[in-house]
């Protein structure tokens, strides 16, 4: 019923920016929560950055490089990534807590299939 579809990764030099985009679609009723998440090889996955109504979160990591913002109208959430280093490298996820229209009461969580971002130093 719900779907996240990400978008935007890519290879990139140390220093070089992207931008993810994250489109959410399907049978929704309200989105309480967006966020971005990474897991690079051998690690456990982890958080970058989490946008809900009242505060939004940056892992340490990527403070003052990464933005999250949102496109309510569209549903998409984006994530602005400057300044890149070869440990940014991951494979990216989009997550996020929706009511559904079948629903409406209880938040489910959701994730995206994930896109590959390539940091070369």
């Known amino acids: 019923q719900v779907q996240l579809v990400e978008s935007g990764g890519g290879l990139v030099q140390a220093g070089g920016s992207l931008r993810l985009s994250c489109a959410a679609s399907g049978s929704i009723f309200r989105i309480n929560a967006m966020g971005w998440y990474r897991q690079a090889p051998g690690k456990q996955r982890e958080l970058v950055a989490r946008?809900?109504?009242?505060?939004?979160n940056y892992a340490d990591s990527v403070k003052g490089r990464f933005t999250i913002s949102s496109d309510d109208a569209k549903r998409t959430m984006y994530l602005q990534m400057d300044s890149l280093k070869p440990e940014d490298t991951a494979v990216y996820y989009c997550?996020?807590?929706?009511?559904?229209?079948?629903?409406?009461?209880?938040?489910?969580?959701?994730w995206g299939q994930g896109t590959q971002v390539t940091v070369s130093s």
């Open positions: 997550n996020a807590d929706i009511q559904t229209y079948g629903d409406r009461y209880v938040p489910r969580n959701y």
């Open positions: 946008s809900t109504t009242r505060s939004t």
